[in-house]
C-alpha cells in the first residue's frame, strides 16, 4: 500500500468524523472506506452509462462478473 498526501475540505474531514465515530474505526480506515465506496460508486456510473463493460468494472473491483 502506498502513501499518499493530499489536501481535504472540511466538509470531508466532518464526514471522515462521522464514519470514525458510527464505526469505532481509527481516521485512516474511515478514510479508506469512503474512498472505496466512492470509487465503487464511480465504477458503477461508468458501467451505468456505458463507459465500461461490465467485464472491465468487475475487474476494475477486484470482483468477477457473477458477483
Known sequence: ???????IPEDIIAAIE??????????STAMRKLM???FENYIGNLYKYGKVTLREAARLLGMDQID
Open 18 to 27: 462521522i464514519v470514525e465515530k458510527e464505526e469505532k474505526i481509527e481516521e
Open 36 to 38: 472505496r465506496i466512492g
Open 1 to 7: 500500500m502506498k502513501t499518499k498526501s493530499i489536501r
